[in-house]
């Protein structure tokens, strides 16, 4: 372990204030107005004066559909993460070990899609998905969904399996393993920490869009969570929606700390250690 | 079990190097083949086309009478040891041993029994529950054999199975290797780099350099009738000793003495043009200090006396190091085998230098000038453009 002198040990700890104060300010601040009662909330105070949950029993009433829009998030995005792991793993698996023409290409192809503008192609998609009867589906969110999350788990992904020694996979296919025996029984445990990040970050991806979900959608149907959210009006067309609205955020960023809770704890680190020499 | 038969076996890559070419060798039933060369002869190549991890661009590839040049590795029922054990480090001992049979879809009671079997063999039975990452090199070493020989395969391939070991071990599991092999008898295939474990535990030794096969032969065969100056300096440790030589009338005309071949030797390398460059090769241990040489022995040599530039006391032997004139072999066969040794050559201020292996007894001393004897039945002769042996035959 490395010793650190007494100022090293302050800078850091400035530092580390520092960063914390930026990245959870505004998170405490939202959960402050959540708990906030209508009558307070532009009391400009950071902490709320009188403590109420009335916020969250208002976000799940009936009438604004965000229990349903939640439904639609969480089905979405996971939908979204499975295929996109799904397909990646294999993609990412045959690019860094085969050797096939156009290899480059996909390479290049996935890049340049996952940089491509979303907001270029939305105002064309809504009307291709309205002919093709996919606007207002889940379905007709998975798919540009997929379209962003393939190239980000690609590239994870391939980063991860070249991490991982060949002579496994020759020591597999010598053990009379097909290759995607030799892929589903020793590469991919092997690359489960590459797969839980590529999970986390399609997964992330796909529910936090606003964008896609917000011109696609229309209805209950498909509508998403942080769409449902900008639809939220006060209880009469007087009161301030805010306190709602902050509840929702609330909300809505829950589901992600659980599966970054759920998948830190697989992404064990130094898992091919022992594969190869002494 | 099988043999195994390589016949005119190509290796081109597609950039236009051909790694291996015209890989004649035919492994018999049980036998244990060495393939050995320097780094770049083409022996894993080899290796890895018997294994089927490679294609073969030409020639066939027989296992078992079998041509399975096309045959995915999976369905040629052989078992390979890498050099870096490849164990699945996601999977215990057990797991990993078990693996294959897993794969063959065999029943738990016989993948049971196999597997304590192959355990019992290589003294696992009590790591079998634990991960390859807890286990020392020797471990993870007998881990990856276990995983070959639970199989029963019709061969073993190992590619340099003992060069992540440690000095001590690596002799320890290259006996272990050696008797597992005899108990099994399983056709073998084993390359190496060390020449040390090519002599042990062959039956046979292939020598390849460049991607050509220059010897196959016993390791006793190799040692005393190297076909080429190559397999003569690659075989044996300290190295044959390489000195510029000509032959004149049965008189062989070396830097530091003129010798008189006895009939055997002059039989043997057949008629040589006088003033023919030619390089003689003696070994460390053909020499002798003269005073510790019979009087029957001496006959069959001739003695000249040097001073010792350097004395290696072994404790059973010296190898002790002399200056041998100025002139030094050039050969391409030599360059190759410099380069195996690190790209340097010993040299003296008089220029190449012959170390010699001199009885325990002999106490001498550096700069004090000794007679040395030189036994003239074992000396070696190679044409100097080839690098062929001389030979009658």
Redesign the interface.
């Known amino acids: 372990m490395e010793q650190y002198t007494r100022n090293q040990k302050i800078l850091w700890g400035i530092g580390t204030v520092v960063v914390l104060f930026y990245a959870l300010i505004p998170v405490i601040w939202i959960l402050s107005l959540s708990l906030k009662t209508p009558e307070t909330i532009g009391d400009q105070s950071f902490w709320p004066k009188e403590w109420t949950l009335e916020n969250y029993s208002a976000v799940f009433e009936e009438g604004l559909g965000f229990n349903r829009a939640i439904i639609n998030s969480i089905g979405i995005a996971l939908i979204t993460t499975v295929l996109a792991l799904a397909f990646a793993s294999m993609a990412a698996y045959a690019i860094t070990r085969l050797d096939f023409p156009g290899k480059t290409l996909i390479l290049a192809g996935a890049l340049a899609v996952s940089m491509f503008p979303a907001i270029s192609v939305v105002g064309g998609l809504f009307n291709v998905w309205r002919v093709v009867g996919l606007y207002d589906t889940w379905p007709g969110l998975i798919l540009p969904y997929l379209s962003f999350a393939l190239p980000l788990s690609i590239y994870t992904l391939s980063a991860f399996f070249r991490e991982i020694?060949w002579?496994?996979e020759?020591?597999?296919?010598?053990?009379?393993?097909?290759g995607m025996?030799a892929f589903r029984?020793?590469i991919l445990?092997?690359a489960m920490p590459g797969v839980f990040t590529a999970g986390i970050l399609a997964f992330i991806a796909a529910w936090n869009d606003f964008l896609f979900a917000n011109v696609l959608t229309s209805t209950d149907a498909a509508r998403t969570a942080p769409v449902a959210l900008s639809f939220f009006r006060g209880a009469s067309q007087f009161t301030d929606p805010s306190g709602a609205i902050a509840a929702g955020a609330v909300v809505v960023t829950i589901p992600i700390l659980i599966m970054v809770l759920i998948f830190q704890r697989r992404i064990v680190s130094g898992?091919?250690?022992?594969?190869?020499?002494? | 079990m099988a043999d195994i038969v390589l016949d005119r076996v190509t290796k081109t890559y597609s950039d236009g190097y051909t790694a291996v070419k015209d890989l004649n060798l035919e492994i018999a039933d049980g036998e244990f083949m060495i393939l050995v060369g320097p780094s770049g002869c083409g022996k894993s190549t080899a290796l890895n086309m018997i294994a089927g991890l490679e294609d073969i661009s030409s020639g066939e590839l027989r296992i078992g009478g079998e041509v399975v040049n096309k045959k995915a590795p999976r369905d040629r029922d052989i078992a390979m040891v890498f050099q870096s054990y490849a164990l699945y480090p996601h999977m215990t001992v057990r797991d990993n041993i078990a693996f294959a049979l897993k794969l063959a879809k065999r029943p738990q009671s016989e993948i049971d029994s196999k597997v304590n079997e192959a355990a019992d063999i290589l003294d696992l039975q009590n790591h079998l529950d634990r991960k390859p990452a807890n286990l020392s090199g020797g471990q993870r070493q007998r881990v990856a054999m276990g995983r070959a020989i639970v199989r029963n395969p019709k061969a073993f391939l190992m590619d340099e199975p003992l060069s992540n070991l440690d000095a001590k071990l690596r002799v320890q599991m290259r006996a272990e290797v050696a008797r597992i092999q005899h108990r099994l008898n399983t056709t073998t295939v084993y390359v190496t780099h060390d020449q040390t474990e090519a002599m042990t535990l062959g039956d046979r030794v292939a020598i390849m350099l460049h991607g050509v096969l220059q010897q196959v032969a016993s390791p006793m065969e190799l040692y005393n009738n190297p076909k080429n100056l190559f397999v003569a300096g690659f075989i044996g440790s300290p190295g044959m000793n390489f000195l510029p030589a000509t032959i004149d009338n049965g008189v062989a005309k070396l830097p530091m003495v003129d010798i008189k071949l006895p009939q055997d030797v002059a039989e043997r390398i057949g008629r040589v043009d006088a003033g023919k460059n030619l390089v003689a090769g003696i070994r460390p241990e053909d020499f002798e200090d003269a005073r510790h040489v019979g009087v029957d022995q001496r006959e069959r040599g001739t003695t000249f006396k040097t001073k010792f530039d350097l004395v290696e006391a072994m404790g059973a032997e010296y190898y002790v190091h002399f200056p041998a004139g100025d002139s030094t072999v050039e050969s391409a066969q030599v360059d190759d085998l410099l380069a195996d040794a690190g790209g340097v050559a010993e040299l003296s201020d008089q220029g190449a230098v012959v170390v010699a292996r001199l009885d325990a007894e002999s106490r001498v001393k550096v700069g004090e000038e000794t007679e040395v004897w030189v036994d003239a039945t074992k000396l070696h002769f190679f044409d100097a453009d080839t690098g062929e042996a001389l030979s009658s035959r």
């Not at chain 1, 020759?170 to 097909?178: F, I, L, R, S, V």
């Not at chain 1, 898992?271 to 002494?278: E, I």
Request: proline share 8%; hydrophobic share 40%; glycine share 12%.
């Open positions: 020694p002579d496994l020759k020591a597999a296919q010598m053990d009379g393993a097909t025996q029984r020793v445990p092997l898992l091919t250690s022992g594969a190869v020499k002494g």
